[in-house]
T-cell receptor, first 113, second 114 residues
């Protein structure tokens, strides 16, 4: 039982490049989310999904795309990287009901130069 | 406008004493609250939660108190241990107990001194 697995752990991109941050969970969780953490800003919700085929925008969705074709996977795509997207990205999954918090991955540290 | 506020960026306590971390919220639609702990270079770890129908929830050394009229919650850690040193995030949800869409505070760095 690996929990939530994020790859890569570190990435450096040039402005304008695109890439996909991978996230996979093996707990059969319905709910999955992507957050970004910036210094002094806490965690902000980018996109979330309440099940396969269902996604919606969070607080800071601009510049990011998601899809959820399977229960296990929830990739985050950066369409055209900008320095403002330099951040630590966390993927999380949950049963979504009372007393169950999100299980977070260990994060992807992204730098856009 | 920040809907979940943790006004103390840091807190330092002695081992064995009580740690009290505070959190305020402005959105009256929030009905479920959670605390997470985060160590450097790791993802946040779920600690404890409370529904708005309760005013207290305990789990071992951790107790969360909710004061709905004041829109305030607090996390008590008793007794504090050096391994509790981490950043603590308060989070809230407005989805009727389904916590798939969380709003986080900025976090409080707790340091427990031996």
């Amino acid at each position: 039982n690996a929990g939530v697995t994020q790859t890569p752990k570190f990435q450096v991109l040039k402005t304008g490049q695109s890439m996909t941050l991978q996230c996979a969970q093996d707990m059969n969780h319905e709910y999955m989310s992507w957050y970004r953490q910036d210094p002094g800003m806490g965690l902000r919700l980018i996109h979330y999904s309440v099940g396969a085929g269902i996604t919606d925008q969070g607080e800071v969705p601009n510049g990011y795309n998601v899809s959820r074709s399977t229960t296990e996977d929830f990739p985050l795509r950066l369409l055209s990287a900008a320095p403002s997207q330099t951040s630590v990205y966390f993927c999380a999954s949950s049963y979504g009901t009372d007393n169950y918090g999100y299980t977070f991955g260990s994060g992807t540290r992204l730098t856009v130069v | 406008d920040q809907q979940v506020k943790q006004n103390s960026p840091s807190l330092s306590v002695q081992e064995g004493r009580i740690s009290i971390l505070n959190c305020d919220y402005t959105n009256s639609m929030f009905d479920y609250f959670l605390w997470y702990k985060k160590y450097p270079a790791e993802g946040p770890t779920f600690l404890i939660s409370i529904s708005s129908i309760k005013d207290k929830n305990e789990d071992g050394r951790f107790t969360v108190f909710l004061n709905k009229s004041a829109k305030h919650l607090s996390l008590h850690i008793v007794p504090s241990q050096p391994g509790d040193s981490a950043v603590y995030f308060c989070a809230a949800s407005a989805n009727g107990g389904s916590n798939y869409k969380l709003t986080f505070g900025k976090g409080t760095l707790l340091t427990v001194n031996p």
